[in-house]
C-alpha cells in the first residue's frame, strides 16, 4: 500500500483539516493584496528615484498639493480593508463552534508534556494524540500549571491553554497520517506494525522511531527509519519555560521521550496520528497500543504472555504504581506485588478467602476502595482508567513477579 | 565618563570657531555633563546610552542567532537561551528602541527645530536621564541576581513562578527596572507636549512644525496616556510576586488573561512610540534629500495623531488565541485594519514627494528609502497578523517575529540610523566617511533582509518562536537567518568604526552639508549652548526650498557663511 | 555661564520669554502629568472592578471590616484640604503673603491628619492579620502564629454584617485580594498625600522667602491642581472600598 501524504507550498505545510483550505485561501488573498501593493510601491520609488535624481542644473518642483489624491488614497484601501476584515472573521468564526457530532477529548497540558484523554476515560500515553479521520473533534483543554498553547501546524489551528478556565478547539482532519488500514490479508510495510487495523513503527525504542528533534529529513511530519511519515508534530505554542534549578532530573517528568535532553517549552511536542475510523473505535475499546518495542514479530497484537508482561511493566511505571507498590518484597505505603498473584487476602472489612485473582486485580485497579486490604489505611489509592487489555498487561507483570 | 570625551575629542579644534560658542566645548569637566541641564547634552548622553544597549541587545540577537543555527544545543542550556531571548528583547525594547529617536534625537532637535533654547522643563529632562539610568542599574541587577526567562511579555503565571516551575526573584528587579524606565518616557513624553504646545517660537504656527515635531509630539502623547497603565501593571505584578494577593495567578482565584490585556494596552500603543519617531525623521530625511516640501503635508501631519489615538483601540489582536470572547477578537481585528490607514497615507506621501523631486542619495537617504520598502513589508504583514483566521496560524510563530523585525529593525532602527548619519555632522561637528557608511548600508540591509526574510516563510511553515530546539525541516532556514545576522554584525561593526573614526578625527563639518532648509541647519554647527544666539523668528516653513537661496542651502545660514567652503565640493561630487 | 544673558525677573527661567509663557507651560506640563496619574490609577480601578464582579461576597465582607468612620473622617478632611488649597492659590494671586502660608499650613496639618487616620487604620490591620495575599491572617506579617481571637471576631462580624445575619457564612478566601487591592490602592493614594505634603513644605518655605507675587505663584497654583487630584482619587476610592454593601 503507498500512502501518498498531502504536500505543503513554499510558504505553508500540508492542507490536513477542513478549515486548512479556507485559511490557506485567505493568506493567499492578502499575500497577493500585499504583493500588489509592494510592486506598486517600489516601482513608483524605483522610477522616481532614478527620474528624478539629482543632476546639475535640475531643481526639485515646488510640492504642490492634491486634495483629491489625498482622499483617494486615505479610502480606497478602507475598502479593501473592509473585505479582508469581513472575510478573515468568517473564517475565524467557523473555527470557533465545534459541530454538533464532534467527539471530545480532553487536552491536559503541563510542564512539559502533553496528555489526551479519549471518549470512555481511555488515556493514551503522553504526547500522543491519535484522531479518526473525517470526524470532527472537539478539544477541551486545561493546564496544570502555566499557558501553553495547542498547535498544529498542518490543521492550522492553535489556542491557549489557560491555567484555571477550560479553552476548547476544534477541527476536522482530512488526510491519515499514514498508511493505516490493515490486516492480515494487507499488511504493512517494513519498519511497522499492523496493530488493531492500524500501522505503527516498529522501532527499538521511541527515541529511534520519532527523530522528534533528531537528525533525519523532514517533509511535513516525522518520520521513521524508512522515511515514512508516522506522525505530525503538536507543538506547544505559547512560552512555558525551561527547568532551571536541577538539569540532571531525569524521568518521565523531565525527559518524557527518553532522548536524553531536558524538557523545556521547545521539546513539549505531541505525536499526531490521524487514523481511520475503525482504527480509532479499536483503539477506544483496547487503550493505546503497547510500545513496539515490546512487540515481537510473530504477535502483532500482543497476545503472549511475554509482550504482555513486558508491556505491564513499561505500563505500571508510566502510570506511576512503582510509587507505592514495591516488587521486591517490601511492603511500604501499599502491599508489594512481588509474590501478590494467587495469594490469599485479608480485608479490613474482615473478609477473608479471597485469592488474588485477574478479576480481583482488576478490581482493585478500577476500585480500589471498594475492598481495602487490611492494615492499609494510610494511603488511598485512586481509582485508574485502564483499559481490560492494559490491565491485562499489568496482570501480566504482577504474575510475573512470582 | 564617555560624554566627556565627546566635550574635547580634538584640542582646540572647535574652538578655532571664530569665537561662536558651541555647546560642547562652552563648559567643560564631568560635572559640566552629569549636571548639565542643556537638552542638547542631554541628548547626547540618552545616544550613548542608548547605543550601549543596542549593542549589548545585539550581541544576545548573535547569541540566540548562533544557538538556533543547528537543531539541539549549540552554545547553550535551553534554559539559558530562554534568559538571553528574554533578555533581547527587554533590553531592545525598554532600553533601547523606546527611548531610542525621542529621547536621544528628540532632546536633541525637539528644541532647536522650535526655535528656543531648550525643553519646557531642563531640570526635569535631566531627572528623566537619571531615571532611565536607575531604571538601567535595577534591569542589570535583575540579569545579574538570577534567571530572567519570562521572554519581554511576564506573562502570568510563569512570571510569578509559584508551584510551578517559573521566574525565580529576578523578575521583581526586572519589573521594578521597568517599571522605573516607564518613568522617565513619561516624564519626557509630558516634558515635550509642555514644550511643542507652548515654546514655539514667534511666526512658527503648527502648520509650520516640522514632521519630526509632529512625530515626536504624538509619540509624546502616547508615552503619557499609555505608559502608566504598563506602571501600574508591573507594580501588580511585584506585588502578585512577593504577597502572592490573587490578581493574576489563576491558583489565587486570578485572572492571567487580564495580565495580558494590561500588559497590551500598553505595549500596543507602545509600538506606535517606536514607530513613529522612525518615521518622523524618515520626513526630515525625504524632504531634505529631495529638496521638496513633504507632498500632503497635514495629511502627514494628522496621519501621526490618528495613529496615536488608533493605537489605543487594538490592544486585543494579541491575544487572539487566548480565549477571549468572539466580540472582542472581532472588534479588535476590525479596528486592527484601521491603522493600515494613516500608515499608507504616509508611504504615499513620501513617494509622491519623491516625484519631481531632485534626489541626492547620500547615505542618510538611502536609510530612509530603506525604511519605506522594509516598512511597507514589515506593515503588510502586521495586515496578515490582523486577519482573524490568518492569525490563528500564525501567532506566536517565527512570522511574528519577522513581522516585528521588520517593523522595528527595518522601520525604527533604520530611522534611527538615517537620523544618526544626517544629524551627527551638526551634533559633533564632524563629517564621517560617506563611501564607509555606504558599505556598511549595504550590509547592513541586505543582512538585515537576508536574517528576517528567512523568518517569515519557516514562521507561516509553523515554526514556533521563543523555541531552543526545533524540527529538522526548519534547519535550511534558520541557518540562513544566522547567516544573515553576522552579515548584519559585520555592518554595525563597519559603521561603528566609521563614527568612531569620525569622531576622533573627522573632517569638520559645514554648517549645512546635506544642503536643507530645516530649521535646525540654520544655527552654528555644533550649535550655540542656547540654540540660536538670538530667538529666531520663523518667516518660512522647514521645507520652503522654493524660498531658499542656492547660496542658502549649500553654504548655510547666518552667521556662518564663510566658516566652510567644503560643502559646495561635497555637494559637486554627488550631482 | 558665559552665554547667559538674562532677561526678565528673577523668577523667569533662562530658556522662556515671558512670565505668562512659563505660567502656562508649567500648568500645561501639569495637566499632561495628572493625564498620567489619572492612567495610573484606573488601571488598579479596572482590576477592582473585575475583582469585585467576580468575588461580591469578598468585596462586601471586606468593605465591612473597613471602619467607614474613619474613611469618612479623612473624606471630610481632604474636603477640607483641597478646599485651602485652593485659596491658598487665591491668595498668593493676591499677593497675600501672610494667609498664604497660613492657608498652606492648615492644609499641611489635614494631610498630616489623614495620614495618621490611615496610620491607626493600618496598625490595627497589621495587628490583627488582616494583611493582603498571603499574610492574610498572620499577625503582625508572622505566618508562624495562627489568627488570634481579634482576627476571628472581627472577622466573625464582618461576615455577619454582610449577610445581615449572625453565623451566616465561611471566610471567603477572595478575602485576600480585596486587601490586596485595598492596601495597593490606599498605599499608592497615601503615598501621593505624603509627596503632596513634601510639597507643601517646600512652596511654604518659597512663601516665607517672598518668592511669590500676583505675577509669579506657579508653584502654588500647580500645587493645588495636584492636590485636587489627590482628594479626586480618594472620593472615588472612599465608597469604593468602604461603603458596600
Ligand atoms: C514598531 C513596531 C510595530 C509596528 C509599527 C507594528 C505595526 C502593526 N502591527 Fe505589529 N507587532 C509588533 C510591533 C509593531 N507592529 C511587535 C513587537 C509584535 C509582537 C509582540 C510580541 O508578541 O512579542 C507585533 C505583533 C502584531 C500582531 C500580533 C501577532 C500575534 O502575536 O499573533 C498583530 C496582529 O494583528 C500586529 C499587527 C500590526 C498591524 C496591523 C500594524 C500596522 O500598524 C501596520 C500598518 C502599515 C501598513 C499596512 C503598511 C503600509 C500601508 C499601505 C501600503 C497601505 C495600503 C495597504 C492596504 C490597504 C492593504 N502586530
Ligand atoms: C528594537 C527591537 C529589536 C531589535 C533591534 C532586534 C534585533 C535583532 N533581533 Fe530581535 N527581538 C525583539 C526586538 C528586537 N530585536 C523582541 C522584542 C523579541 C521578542 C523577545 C521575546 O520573545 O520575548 C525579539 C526576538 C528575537 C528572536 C526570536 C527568539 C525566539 O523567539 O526564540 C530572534 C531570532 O532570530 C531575534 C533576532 C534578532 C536579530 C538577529 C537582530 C539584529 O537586528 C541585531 C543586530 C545587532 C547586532 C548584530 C549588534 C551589532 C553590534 C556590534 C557587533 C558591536 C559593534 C561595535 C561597535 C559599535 C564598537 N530577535
Ligand atoms: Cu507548553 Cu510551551
Ligand atoms: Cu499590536
Not at chain 2, 563639518?509 to 540654540?531: I, K, L, Q, R, V
Not at chain 3, 491572617?137 to 482576627?151: A, K, L, M, N, Y
Amino acid at each position: 500500500m503507498t500512502y501518498q501524504p498531502p504536500e505543503g507550498t513554499l510558504q505553508l505545510p500540508p492542507q490536513m483539516s477542513t478549515i486548512a483550505p479556507e485559511v490557506d485561501a485567505m493568506y493567499y488573498d492578502i499575500y497577493w493584496i500585499s504583493v500588489a501593493f509592494t510592486v506598486a510601491i517600489y516601482a513608483a520609488m524605483l522610477w522616481f528615484m532614478y527620474k528624478y535624481r539629482r543632476r546639475p542644473g535640475r531643481k526639485a518642483k515646488p510640492t504642490g498639493h492634491s486634495d483629491a489624491l489625498e482622499i483617494f488614497w486615505t479610502f480606497t484601501p478602507l475598502i479593501l480593508l473592509g473585505w479582508l476584515f469581513h472575510a478573515g472573521f468568517q473564517g475565524y468564526i467557523a473555527g470557533v463552534y465545534a459541530p454538533e457530532d464532534s467527539i471530545e477529548i480532553r487536552v491536559k497540558a503541563q510542564q512539559w508534556l502533553w496528555e489526551f484523554e479519549h471518549p470512555g476515560g481511555v488515556i493514551d500515553v503522553p504526547n500522543e494524540l491519535k484522531v479518526p479521520v473525517n470526524q470532527p473533534v472537539e478539544l477541551i483543554m486545561s493546564s496544570a500549571d502555566v499557558l501553553h498553547a495547542f498547535f498544529v501546524p498542518v490543521f492550522r489551528v492553535k489556542r491557549d491553554i489557560v491555567p484555571g478556565m477550560y479553552t476548547s478547539l476544534w477541527f476536522e482532519a482530512t488526510h491519515l497520517t499514514g498508511p493505516q488500514t490493515c490486516d492480515d490479508s494487507t499488511p504493512c510495510d517494513d519498519g511497522e506494525t499492523c496493530y488493531w487495523g492500524s500501522c505503527i513503527p516498529t522501532c527499538e525504542s521511541d527515541a529511534d522511531c520519532v527523530p522528534a528533534l533528531g537528525n533525519a529529513s523532514f517533509c511535513g511530519g516525522r518520520i521513521n527509519d524508512d522515511e515514512r511519515i508516522c506522525a505530525y508534530p503538536v507543538f506547544c505554542a505559547e512560552y512555558c519555560g525551561a527547568m532551571h534549578d536541577n538539569p540532571n532530573t531525569s524521568g518521565a517528568f523531565n525527559d518524557p521521550r527518553g532522548l536524553g535532553r531536558n524538557s523545556n517549552h521547545s521539546t513539549m511536542l505531541a505525536d499526531l496520528r490521524v487514523i481511520t475510523q475503525e482504527g480509532y473505535d479499536s483503539f477506544l475499546a483496547l487503550g493505546p497500543p503497547p510500545p513496539a518495542s515490546c512487540i515481537p514479530a510473530d504477535d502483532p497484537s500482543c497476545d503472549s504472555e511475554e509482550c504482555l508482561t513486558c508491556w505491564g511493566q513499561v505500563l505500571a511505571t508510566q502510570q506511576g504504581c512503582p510509587s507505592c507498590h514495591s516488587t521486591d518484597g517490601a511492603d511500604g505505603t501499599a502491599p508489594t506485588w512481588k509474590g501478590l498473584w494467587g495469594r490469599d487476602r485479608t480485608f479490613e472489612a474482615g473478609v477473608a478467602g479471597v485469592t488474588a485473582d485477574a478479576a480481583y486485580i482488576t478490581e482493585s485497579i478500577r476500585e480500589p476502595q471498594a475492598r481495602i486490604v487490611q492494615g492499609y489505611t494510610q494511603a488511598a489509592m485512586q481509582p485508574f482508567r485502564l483499559s481490560d487489555k492494559q490491565i491485562a498487561a499489568i496482570t501480566a507483570y504482577i504474575r510475573s513477579l512470582n | 565618563m564617555t560624554v566627556d570625551a565627546a566635550a574635547a575629542p580634538s584640542g582646540g579644534h572647535h574652538d578655532a570657531h571664530d569665537g561662536v560658542p558651541n555647546y560642547l566645548t562652552h563648559e567643560t569637566g564631568w560635572k559640566s555633563w552629569a549636571f548639565t541641564i542643556d537638552h542638547k547634552r542631554i541628548g547626547l548622553m540618552y545616544l550613548w546610552s542608548v547605543i550601549t544597549a543596542f549593542i549589548l541587545g545585539g550581541v544576545m540577537a548573535l547569541l540566540v542567532r548562533t544557538e538556533l543555527m543547528f537543531p539541539g544545543e549549540t552554545l547553550m542550556e535551553a534554559d539559558t537561551y530562554n534568559q538571553v531571548f528574554t533578555l533581547h528583547g527587554a533590553i531592545m525594547v525598554f532600553l533601547f528602541i523606546i527611548p531610542s529617536i525621542p529621547a536621544a534625537l528628540g532632546n536633541f532637535f525637539l528644541p532647536i527645530m522650535l526655535g528656543t533654547k531648550d525643553v519646557a522643563f531642563p531640570k526635569l529632562n535631566l531627572g528623566s536621564f537619571y531615571i532611565y539610568v536607575l531604571g538601567t542599574i535595577f534591569t542589570l541587577i535583575a540579569i545579574i541576581v538570577g534567571n530572567i526567562d519570562t521572554g519581554w511579555t511576564f506573562y502570568t503565571p510563569y512570571s510569578v513562578g509559584r508551584n510551578v516551575t517559573g521566574a525565580d526573584v529576578s523578575v521583581v528587579w526586572m519589573t521594578l527596572g521597568v517599571f522605573v524606565l516607564g518613568f522617565s518616557s513619561i516624564l519626557t513624553g509630558v516634558n515635550f507636549i509642555a514644550t511643542v504646545h507652548k515654546m514655539r517660537a514667534p511666526g512658527l504656527h503648527w502648520k509650520r512644525l516640522s514632521l519630526f515635531i509632529w512625530g515626536i509630539y504624538a509619540t509624546s502623547v502616547i508615552q503619557v496616556l499609555a505608559t502608566p497603565v504598563l506602571a501600574i501593571t508591573l507594580f501588580l505584578l511585584m506585588m502578585e510576586k512577593t504577597l502572592s494577593i490573587g490578581i493574576f495567578d489563576p491558583q489565587l482565584g486570578g485572572d492571567p488573561v487580564l495580565f495580558q490585556h494590561f500588559f497590551w494596552f500598553y505595549s500596543h500603543p507602545a509600538v506606535y512610540i517606536m514607530i513613529l519617531p522612525g518615521m518622523a525623521v524618515v520626513n526630515e530625511l525625504i524632504a531634505t534629500f529631495s529638496h521638496r516640501k513633504i507632498f500632503g503635508y497635514m495629511f502627514v501631519a494628522m496621519s501621526s495623531v490618528s495613529l496615536a489615538l488608533l493605537g489605543f483601540l487594538v490592544w486585543g489582536h494579541h491575544m487572539f488565541t487566548s480565549g477571549m470572547s468572539e466580540y472582542s477578537t472581532m472588534v479588535f481585528s476590525a479596528l486592527t485594519f484601521l491603522v493600515a490607514i494613516p500608515s499608507g497615507v504616509k508611504i504615499f506621501n513620501w513617494v509622491a514627494t519623491l516625484y519631481e523631486g531632485s534626489i541626492s542619495f547620500a547615505s542618510p537617504m538611502k536609510y530612509a528609502l530603506a525604511f519605506i520598502a522594509l516598512f511597507t513589508i514589515g506593515g503588510l504583514t502586521g495586515l496578515f497578523l490582523g486577519i482573524l483566521s490568518v492569525d490563528i496560524h500564525l501567532h506566536d510563530t517565527y512570522f511574528v517575529v519577522a513581522h516585528f523585525h521588520y517593523v522595528m529593525v527595518g522601520g525604527t532602527v533604520f530611522g534611527f540610523l538615517g537620523g544618526i548619519h544626517y544629524w551627527w555632522p551638526k551634533m559633533l561637528g564632524k563629517m564621517y566617511n560617506e563611501r564607509w557608511a555606504n558599505v556598511a548600508f549595504w550590509f547592513v540591509f541586505v543582512g538585515f533582509n537576508v536574517t528576517f526574510m528567512s523568518q517569515f516563510i519557516m514562521g507561516s511553515q509553523g515554526m514556533p518562536r521563543r523555541y531552543y530546539d526545533y524540527l529538522d525541516q526548519f534547519q535550511p532556514m534558520h541557518m540562513a537567518s544566522s547567516g544573515g545576522a553576522y552579515i548584519l554584525g559585520v555592518g554595525f561593526i563597519i559603521m561603528g568604526i566609521n563614527f568612531l573614526r569620525s569622531w576622533k578625527s573627522g573632517e569638520k563639518a559645514p554648517p549645512n552639508p546635506w544642503g536643507s532648509a530645516g530649521y535646525e541647519w540654520m544655527t552654528t554647527t555644533p550649535p550655540h549652548p542656547h540654540n540660536f544666539a538670538e530667538t529666531p523668528v520663523m518667516i518660512r516653513g522647514p521645507y520652503d526650498y522654493d524660498l531658499c537661496t542656492e547660496l542658502e542651502l549649500f553654504e548655510g545660514f547666518h552667521e556662518d557663511f564663510e566658516a566652510s567652503k567644503t560643502s559646495t565640493k561635497k555637494k559637486k561630487k554627488k550631482a | 555661564m558665559s552665554v547667559h544673558e538674562h532677561h526678565g525677573p528673577a523668577y523667569l527661567a533662562h530658556h522662556f520669554e515671558t512670565p505668562q509663557q512659563q505660567f502656562d507651560t508649567a500648568k500645561l506640563g501639569m495637566w499632561a502629568f495628572l493625564a498620567q496619574e489619572i492612567l495610573f490609577f484606573s488601571g488598579l480601578f479596572v482590576a477592582y472592578g473585575i475583582y469585585r464582579t467576580w468575588y461580591p461576597e469578598a468585596f462586601s465582607v471586606g468593605s465591612h471590616l473597613l471602619d467607614w468612620r474613619m474613611g469618612g473622617i479623612n473624606t471630610v478632611v481632604l474636603l477640607v484640604s483641597s478646599f485651602t488649597a485652593a485659596m491658598a492659590v487665591q491668595r498668593a494671586q493676591l499677593g497675600d503673603k501672610k494667609w498664604t502660608g497660613h492657608l498652606l499650613i492648615i492644609t499641611f496639618l489635614c494631610a498630616g491628619g489623614f495620614m495618621v487616620v490611615k496610620y491607626f487604620e493600618y496598625t490595627h490591620k497589621i495587628h490583627v492579620g488582616i494583611l493582603p495575599g498571603q499574610y492574610f491572617g498572620c499577625p503582625g506579617f508572622d505566618c508562624s502564629v495562627p489568627p488570634g481571637h481579634h482576627f476571628v471576631e472581627e472577622v466573625g462580624a464582618a461576615i455577619d454584617a454582610a449577610h445581615h445575619n449572625a453565623g451566616a457564612g465561611m471566610v471567603p478566601y477572595h478575602l485576600r485580594s480585596f486587601f490586596g487591592i485595598y492596601f495597593i490602592m490606599t498605599g499608592l493614594h497615601g503615598l501621593h498625600v505624603l509627596i503632596g505634603m513634601g510639597l507643601i513644605i517646600w512652596i511654604w518655605r518659597k512663601n516665607n522667602r517672598g518668592d511669590f507675587s500676583p505675577e509669579y505663584n506657579t508653584p502654588v497654583d500647580i500645587f493645588a491642581l495636584y492636590w485636587h487630584l489627590v482628594d479626586l482619587i480618594w472620593i472615588f476610592l472612599f465608597p469604593l472600598l468602604y461603603l458596600i454593601d
